[in-house]
């Protein structure tokens, strides 16, 4: 096997571990996640900047070409530093609807501006009622003059609350999806924090009428592009998720060595010696299977779909345990919202939350 | 989450009114002088009633430190207002340099005429934001051998200048805990309980006290309870989560372990009711009883899916209009309670050192 990274591969691991810890301290962290809009408006103009916003996008598209490998390097390391910015909901989830259905007219109009930073996207995936089942949708769009009539309520919105640009799914031969503009009456938004330290909204939509500019591709090709974005956000979330697993890790085998009780570092003592060697090989084991993974979808390969979930069980799982240990180990440190450990322990639950928990992607894998 | 100090003292005035604040309480200081079996009973029926949880420090901790080795006048002084709530306590044991090594605690109070004078820190102290009274385990003296030797139980009144309570915000985001300053605060001799240098053989009654206090089986079955009464409803007009096999899998295999440790605590109460010493299997009720806590908020966080997410803490509190919530019943704050209670498994001394306890002095190793 070769693991070994191209030119602008390691270019691009390098910057971006370069910007994460010269850039990102958690103070800074804490900063973004605190201001109005849940990140910080200059940071995110700098990945713009630096080109990330437009990592998996086509040339033609004004992007560098990226695919899951490129993405797996940036969210590793924005893992390890904790980015709070939405890169997940702008280039990953809504970019990547954008990415395969819009037209050159929409792309003009909606893609361009996401990775230029000067719009917020959201991609409406979920709805009140159906849990991690994609297809369970009760939104519609009804025919309605040369446009449609769109009605239906969406969950827990990533960046929805901040987004000029909702992508909303609904039922309209098949599933269709439509790029629907935040400010068009008989949209509703209630914005809230997350417990990560981002953003989200539920959003209603009540006889919503857009023209027919607004519908991506073609009628009945949602469901199919859905699931393809939301297997590449399930491998984004778990490259972050590995970077996490991995700071975590160093965090407490560090902290152990210094913390001394009875008159010892604590790392002496040998029941803890083995936790941490067992969240050492859990993150191990999630970094392996996390390049299979990848490696996987980025060659097109047949069990592309099947690593999507497996990586998304082992980040369920061993990602929960790692979280916990971590916690446990930094005793009320763990606890504080002042340090930092705590506030990874949070991402990564949500990450465990997100697009499918443990038992929901197991499931797909028994099948 | 926790109540505000307002609606913390109008429920535990309410148990006082009824006589059963003192439901630990021996009678002659105004207790109900119950059997272990009775206490036993009413703490199940709080928590099946779904009661708020009586803060310990006052009415289970140092209430009953002075009853039992205070002076006739701190008897006097302190016990009728604790039993009233009209008095707020907290507990100052863990310091930032010692956590689960607690006899390395630093804080000093030296002599000085009819005073100590203390100086130190104290960390982790629970609702010390509301507190009048602070019960201490100071240094007297650093003489002695063994380090717990020169460690006494002292009472400090909050209001005392030099006395400083700092918030610590926990990663649920609530405030809860506290770091509380001593900067030569002159403590009345007076306010020392018990002899000089014994504090930590009071202060071992108490840690003893609090790994039976958080065992809370009955709260964690309750809360079982509702989980699966939620889940046998649609949500939302989801299908009902009872249709998952594995979820409902996950939620009976805690509930056999529940009855285990609700057979183990009642195993505990007959040996002592029989006048026997507890036997080996009380001390797993502590770790274990947090384990089977933290199981519980695990699966409300599965139950919550994507509801898991929004943090909307003006919803926490009892009174938030159900029609503005986000998310439902267990979804509310299944996260925010999940992160907070992590705290379960290392305050009152770590599941770590319960196990270290239970491989000392019960297997012999």
Not at chain 1, 253 to 281: C, W
Not at chain 2, 220 to 241: C, H
Not at chain 2, 282 to 299: N, P, R
Request: with cysteine; aromatic share 10%.
């Amino acid at each position: 096997m070769d693991f070994s990274l191209n030119e602008f591969q390691a270019m691009l691991s390098d910057s971006v571990a370069k910007f994460v810890s010269n850039e990102y301290d958690f103070e800074t962290r804490q900063a973004s996640a605190a201001a109005p809009r849940g990140f910080n408006d200059a940071i995110w103009q700098n990945f713009c900047d630096l080109g990330w916003t437009a990592l998996p996008f086509s040339e033609a598209e004004g992007g560098l070409d990226g695919g899951p490998i490129e993405t797996m390097l940036l969210m590793q390391h924005f893992g390890r530093g904790l980015v709070v910015e939405p890169y997940l909901a702008n280039i990953v989830l809504a970019g990547g609807v954008l990415r395969r259905l819009a037209s050159d007219t929409q792309k003009s109009r909606w893609l361009a501006p996401i990775i230029a930073g000067e719009l917020q996207a959201a991609l409406a995936f979920a709805e009140p009622q159906s849990r991690y089942d994609i297809g369970d949708i009760g939104t519609t769009a009804t025919r309605d003059a040369d446009g449609w009539l769109i009605n239906g309520s969406k969950a827990v919105v990533l960046n929805g609350g901040n987004a000029e640009l909702l992508i909303i799914p609904a039922v309209l031969d098949g599933v269709s999806l439509f790029a629907v503009a935040a400010d068009t009456d008989g949209v509703t938004r209630r914005r809230y924090s997350t417990v990560d330290g981002a953003t989200a909204a539920e959003i209603t939509l009540r006889n919503v009428r857009v023209d027919s500019g607004a519908l991506l591709g073609t009628a009945g090709d949602g469901l199919a592009t859905l699931e393809a974005v939301l297997d590449e956000a399930i491998l984004a979330v778990c490259a972050e998720g590995v970077g996490i697993m991995q700071a975590l890790t160093e965090k407490t085998v560090e902290y152990s060595k210094n913390r001394v009780q009875f008159g010892v570092p604590i790392g002496s003592f040998q029941a803890l010696q083995h936790r941490m060697v067992d969240m050492f090989t859990a993150t191990e084991q999630s970094y392996s299977l996390l390049l299979w993974a990848t490696m996987a979808s980025a060659a097109a390969a047949d069990d592309a779909k099947r690593a999507v979930s497996a990586i998304k069980y082992q980040i369920g799982t061993a990602g929960k345990r790692v979280g916990q240990e971590a916690v446990q180990l930094h005793g009320g440190m763990g606890m504080s919202w002042e340090f930092d450990v705590g506030h990874y322990f949070k991402r990564l639950t949500v990450i465990g939350q997100l697009f499918g928990n443990a038992d929901w992607h197991l499931d797909r894998l028994a099948q | 989450m926790p109540l505000s100090r307002e609606h913390q003292q109008r429920f535990q005035k309410a148990l006082y009114a009824r006589g059963w604040a003192g439901y630990n309480w021996p009678v002659e200081y105004g207790g109900t002088g119950w059997s272990l079996v009775q206490k036993y009973l009413f703490q199940k029926e709080m928590a099946d009633a779904n009661m708020p949880a009586i803060v310990p420090f006052g009415l289970g901790m140092v209430g009953p430190i002075i009853y039992t080795y205070g002076s006739a006048e701190q008897k006097q002084r302190f016990l009728p207002d604790i039993l009233a709530s009209n008095t707020w306590w907290c507990q100052g044991y863990s310091e930032p340099g010692s956590g689960s090594d607690l006899a390395s605690l630093k804080t000093r109070a030296e002599r000085d005429g009819d005073h100590y004078i203390v100086n130190g820190t104290k960390t982790w102290t629970t609702l010390a934001q509301h507190a009048d009274w602070i019960f201490c385990l100071v240094r007297t003296s650093s003489d002695s051998a063994r380090r717990q030797d020169g460690i006494s139980f002292l009472l400090v009144d909050m209001a005392t200048p030099g006395v400083s309570v700092r918030p610590i915000i926990t990663i649920d985001g609530s405030h809860e805990i506290n770091e509380v300053h001593f900067d030569a605060v002159r403590v009345p001799r007076d306010n020392l309980v018990g002899e000089e240098g014994k504090g930590w053989t009071y202060g071992k009654v108490l840690l003893q006290h609090e790994r039976t206090g958080t065992a809370g089986v009955a709260r964690t079955q309750y809360r079982l309870r509702e989980l699966r009464a939620q889940a046998g409803r649609s949500v939302r007009g989801a299908a009902p989560l009872s249709n998952d096999a594995n979820f409902m899998r996950k939620i009976a295999a805690v509930e056999v372990e529940l009855k285990a440790l609700e057979y183990t605590e009642l195993r505990t109460l007959a040996a002592v009711t029989s006048g026997k010493a507890p036997g080996a299997e009380s001390s797993i009720l502590k770790f274990k009883g947090t384990e089977l806590q933290q199981a519980v908020d695990e699966l409300y966080l599965e139950a919550a899916g994507y509801y898991a997410l929004p943090y909307v803490p003006e919803q926490y509190v009892y009174d938030f209009p159900d029609q503005d919530r986000v998310g439902e019943g267990v979804e509310t704050d299944a996260a925010p309670r999940y992160f907070n209670f992590r705290k379960a498994s290392i305050y009152g001394g770590s599941n770590e050192i319960q196990k270290n306890i239970i491989a000392k002095h019960v297997l012999g190793l």
